[in-house]
């Protein structure tokens, strides 16, 4: 491609809300121009990029067995109805009529229209296991777009779907599309963690997340700093502490007065105690009935466990009617002692002895709480967050966090749509069973940002070879030198012919101009001719990740560039 050609508009200007640097270098780079609040148009140096990510997918996707299909993006509501997600999806889902006044939707994903469509064609055993997959448009209304095509609205998606016969196959299938995640995000030149994700109802760790590593990422991964344990922070377990003997000495429940002491930092300056010794009692409104959660001073509570431990739909923190009904006073003042709600501790109070809690009573609170003697704890469960240096809960070694970015996503859905869909085969004794799913997803627009996230530098991006638009840039330093320009042309069209993708900035510009977009669209080899070198018959080749720069003859030239590409590319296999 001619760089004169191009339609290539890169810029120093970024929006006021592009705030990370793969955002700002998306539109600096000319790769993407935003619509409307979350919904971009790739230009053409962006669309090769989504293209070879697209690719390398297809090429892995395939490889693991699975088959490509285009499914719609707009779908009927009777199928969401049937799945029940028509009521419970939220606001995400766009939905709307048609001319005939039926209700649709626009997919946020596909689980529905794959179980409608395999439950008409699939009836026995024998057409199982199958695996499809597309690359297609999601619409998601994302209630806060941010990040440029990071959290976007309209965005494309690789979505599979398998369906199995017994839960052997499906963790098979499960298992081939994680190994195919990891070829397909190691051929993208990334650095990524999968880690434990939350599964929800479905319990186990038959989620897990593709993390890129990255400080500016929205999500807080947890990793072990000896074993290969990672979770998703709200995901991350804590093991039930060993028991130790009783050896406590238990002191005598005070009761002190504590006019205008709320929270833990002011309970601990007025009580000259430290969060640890500190329990705050969480009311929570669960399905309606009241749960108190009791958490040490220094940590937070987790929901989701609480939810998962509970089992419940609706979870929230309960309202000041249900609070005044179970503790007898107003928000700020609960604690175990004489609470009418069941009690769920957190692990944690396994250890320790004579906590400080709220007295159920406005301005006082309790000294020297201690569970069987002043309350009853119904059961201990893992409920808090993790914390930086919280033992392993595989092999106890200290915890590390991080950020990253959730760039793919494997899930076993077990039976939960084809069960409220009815997709059911006969099985070889002619039974009738239900089929066992899984699904996953790659974002591929995310993924393209989130290697920028990960490789960029102060001019520019730093494209990994098997994503970067264009492998070379040929840069004459001066178009309008005859020699210079016709042996730049040459190049450029061995290059080409040799199967190299191959931009040539054939610009009538200044050399410092040229070399700082080359920089900035993060081509990984630049060759420059300039008037010296080429008198003696030679060119310069730079790396841009490296910044090394080679002279080499120019006979040689298209071999040298081969051998770096096939070499950087294979490394990353
Ligand atoms: P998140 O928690 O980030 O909203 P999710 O759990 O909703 O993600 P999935 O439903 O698992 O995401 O979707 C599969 C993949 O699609 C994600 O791993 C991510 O790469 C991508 N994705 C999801 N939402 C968006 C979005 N709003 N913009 C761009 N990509 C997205
Ligand atoms: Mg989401």
Same mark, same amino acid.
């Given at each position: 491609m001619r760089y004169s050609e191009m339609f290539l508009p890169t810029g120093r200007e970024v929006p006021?809300?592009?705030?990370?640097a793969s955002h700002q270098l998306m539109i600096r780079s000319g790769m993407i121009r935003k619509l409307t609040s979350g919904v971009y148009t790739y230009l053409p140096l962006g669309y090769r990029v989504i293209r070879k990510v697209e690719q390398i997918v297809r090429e892995e996707m395939n490889r693991a067995g699975a088959q490509e299909l285009f499914m719609p993006m707009v779908q009927p509501a009777e199928l969401w109805r049937e799945s029940g997600r028509w009521v419970r999806y939220g606001k995400e889902l766009l939905r709307f009529r048609d001319r005939h006044d039926r209700e649709c939707c626009l997919g946020p994903t596909h689980e529905e229209v794959i179980t409608d469509l395999i439950r008409n064609e699939i009836k026995t055993y024998r057409q199982l296991p199958r695996n499809l997959y597309q690359i297609q448009t999601k619409f998601r209304d994302e209630i806060r777009p941010r990040f440029g095509v990071m959290r976007c609205r309209e965005f494309g998606m690789k979505d599979a779907y398998s369906f199995d016969a017994d839960e052997a196959g499906a963790e098979m299938s499960y298992r081939k599309m994680f190994d195919a995640y990891g070829r397909i995000f190691r051929r993208c030149g990334l650095t990524f963690r999968a880690v434990e994700a939350d599964s929800g109802s479905i319990g186990g760790s038959f989620s897990h997340e593709f993390m890129v590593m990255a400080d500016s990422g929205e999500d807080a991964v947890i990793f072990c700093s000896s074993c290969d344990y990672a979770a998703n922070l709200e995901k991350a377990e804590i093991a039930r502490p060993e028991e130790v003997p009783n050896a406590r000495t238990l002191k005598p429940l005070e009761t002190v007065h504590t006019p205008d002491v709320r929270t833990i930092e002011q309970v601990c300056a007025f009580l000259s105690v430290r969060p640890k010794e500190v329990v705050k009692t969480l009311i929570f409104n669960a399905d309606g009935r009241p749960v108190a959660i009791l958490i040490r001073g220094d940590h937070e509570v987790n929901e989701i466990k609480v939810r998962n431990y509970l089992g419940c739909n609706e979870l929230e923190l309960a309202m000041d009617d249900m609070i005044l009904e179970v503790?007898?006073?107003? +928000?700020?003042?609960?604690?175990?002692?004489?609470? +009418?709600a069941q009690v769920i501790a957190d692990y944690s109070l396994l250890e320790g002895e004579n906590f400080v809690v709220g007295a159920n009573r406005e301005d006082y609170h309790l000294k020297n709480a201690n569970p069987d003697r002043d309350y009853a704890v119904s059961a201990y469960a893992d409920l808090r967050v993790v914390l930086e240096n919280d033992p392993c809960p595989r092999c106890g070694a200290p915890i590390r966090t991080a950020r990253g970015i959730e760039v793919g996503h494997v899930f076993k859905l077990g039976d939960k749509y084809s069960r409220a869909m009815r997709a059911v085969f006969l099985d070889a004794a002619g039974s009738e069973k239900t089929m066992i799913m899984g699904c996953y997803g790659i974002g591929i627009g995310r993924t393209v940002a989130a290697a920028i996230e990960q490789s960029h530098d102060d001019q520019g991006i730093v494209w990994p070879m098997t994503l970067a638009p264009y492998q070379v840039i040929v840069t004459p330093v001066n178009i309008k030198e005859a020699p210079l320009a016709a042996a730049a042309e040459a190049l450029y069209r061995e290059l080409t012919d040799g199967g190299v993708e191959t931009l040539l900035d054939d610009r009538d510009e200044r050399a410092g101009v040229k070399f700082k977009d080359a920089d900035l669209i993060g081509i990984p080899l630049r060759i420059t001719l300039g008037p010296k070198k080429l008198s003696e018959g030679c060119v310069e080749l730079r790396i841009r990740r490296t910044g090394e720069v080679r002279t080499l003859p120019i006979e040689r030239t298209v071999e040298a560039v081969r051998e770096h590409i096939r070499s950087e590319t294979e490394a990353l296999i």
């Open positions: 006021s809300d592009a705030e990370l503790t007898g006073s107003p +928000r700020g003042f609960a604690g175990p002692v004489g609470i +009418r």
